[in-house]
């Protein structure tokens, strides 16, 4: 059964203070590993997909990262419109299309 | 319209009643999911359309919950016998094909009193 878990549960920050999220994984084959991005009342947006380890990708003040075990989302000198809840989820190999989905991680950046 | 459209953004049903929650994907998307997200947890995926047919139906936690997709676009999940502990905000996405990343809706959420 695929499993991921999201640290910290919340996180707050002042504007400018970079920091990193973590999302550790168990999947029987990772097939793909996804960051979407939520606001309150909103559905998850897209963000990322890694598909291997070592892999890294970048968008504007976020870059994530993925390793064998788990995936990092870099936030570098964030702004208070980075406020929001961060989803990452895996798709396995033998979990057909379905995502499993941690719990998040509740950003706060303060001005 | 560009995005996943739900429709209704809320609904309040009364327990022991039937609800039809509404899904219209992103033009030309194959494949469709339902997730159902309760308070300050991730999104739990209940089926999984390919087409016209349901190709994963086995996050569907009981045999009250029934979810079609007749033409292969818009999709509606059905929920039998309305209970409580279905309270929950109901998310549809939809993806170009399998195995790709998936776009979210806005959510219905759904409150049983």
């Known amino acids: 059964e695929d499993q991921v878990t999201q640290s910290p549960e919340a996180l707050r920050l002042q504007e400018g203070e970079s920091s990193s999220l973590n999302c550790s994984y168990t999947?029987?084959?990772?097939?793909?590993l996804f960051w979407y991005r939520q606001d309150p009342g909103k559905g998850p947006e897209f963000l990322f997909t890694?598909?291997?380890a070592g892999e890294e990708k970048e968008k504007e003040r976020l870059k994530a990262t993925l390793t064998k075990k788990e995936s990092f989302l870099h936030i570098t000198a964030p702004k208070p419109e980075d406020s929001a809840t961060y989803l990452c989820?895996?798709?396995?190999?033998?979990?057909?299309?379905?995502?499993?989905f941690g719990e998040g991680t509740q950003l706060t950046v303060n001005p | 319209g560009a995005g996943v459209s739900q429709t209704p953004s809320n609904k309040v049903t009364e327990k022991g009643k039937y609800v039809e929650l509404r899904c219209d994907p992103i033009?030309?998307?194959?494949?469709l999911y339902w997730y159902r997200q309760s308070l300050g947890q991730g999104p739990e995926f209940l089926i999984y359309?390919?087409?016209?047919?349901?190709?994963?139906d086995s996050g569907l936690p009981n045999d009250r919950f029934f979810a079609v997709r007749p033409e292969g676009s818009v999709s509606t999940l059905k929920i039998q016998r309305t209970e409580r502990g279905d309270s929950a905000v109901y998310l549809c996405?939809?993806?170009?094909?399998?195995?790709?990343?998936?776009?979210f809706g806005q959510g219905t959420r759904l409150t049983v009193v």
């Open positions: 033009s030309g998307h194959t494949a």
């Open positions: 999947v029987s084959g990772l097939r793909g």
């Open positions: 359309f390919q087409g016209t047919g349901a190709a994963d």
């Open positions: 989820a895996v798709q396995g190999m033998t979990s057909g299309s379905r995502l499993t």
């Open positions: 890694l598909y291997s």
């Open positions: 996405a939809s993806s170009p094909g399998m195995n790709t990343e998936a776009f």
